[in-house]
């Protein structure tokens, strides 16, 4: 595998069953046991009910474009020669939004409403990317 030269993500206790699950092409996001509110980014307490009692659980893959922004301009200097590229946030079933990106979809075709489905790259031997392409 080719060195990868881009930020890589700083996992924290809380979030590192997200990463876990991206290692295993899955999607875990938290769903409250005392409401069933799903949860995405990770925190110590449901923001519907206040509860502690969060588990984490796969969703599905398949999902929505919710908004979204073409980067013509690349903020970091590790992403020069990626423009344009595409940041979104994704809905996904149950309500969680993920702000990710959109591969393999020209930037004249993204639209808010676009079904997309979550591919997964392995970018370092303890990281893997969740990004999206057209469904």
Same mark, same amino acid.
């Given at each position: 595998?080719?060195?990868?030269?881009?930020?890589?993500?700083?996992?924290?206790?809380?979030?590192?069953?997200?990463?876990?699950?991206?290692?295993?092409?899955?999607?875990?996001?938290?769903?409250?046991?005392?409401?069933?509110?799903?949860?995405?980014?990770?925190?110590? @307490?449901? %923001?519907?009910?206040?509860?502690?009692?969060?588990?984490?659980? !796969?969703? *599905? &893959?398949?999902?929505?474009?919710?908004?979204?922004?073409?980067?013509?301009?690349?903020?970091?200097?590790?992403?020069?020669?990626?423009?344009?590229?595409?940041?979104?946030?994704?809905?996904?079933?149950?309500?969680?939004? @993920?702000? %990710?990106?959109?591969?393999?979809?020209d930037p004249d075709?993204? !639209?808010? *409403? &676009?079904?997309?489905?979550?591919?997964?790259?392995?970018?370092?031997?303890?990281?893997?990317?969740?990004?999206?392409?057209?469904?």
């Amino acid at each position: 595998m080719e060195a990868y030269s881009k930020p890589l993500p700083q996992p924290s206790a809380l979030s590192l069953p997200f990463w876990e699950g991206a290692k295993h092409s899955e999607i875990r996001v938290q769903k409250c046991r005392a409401c069933g509110h799903m949860e995405h980014p990770p925190r110590p @307490l449901c %923001t519907a009910c206040w509860s502690p009692d969060l588990e984490w659980v !796969s969703c *599905g &893959l398949d999902g929505e474009v919710y908004s979204y922004t073409v980067c013509h301009w690349a903020t970091m200097k590790e992403y020069k020669n990626d423009t344009p590229y595409i940041i979104a946030i994704v809905q996904l079933s149950g309500g969680v939004r @993920l702000t %990710t990106n959109i591969v393999g979809c020209d930037p004249d075709r993204i !639209s808010v *409403g &676009l079904k997309v489905k979550a591919v997964f790259e392995k970018v370092a031997d303890q990281f893997t990317l969740i990004k999206f392409r057209p469904a």
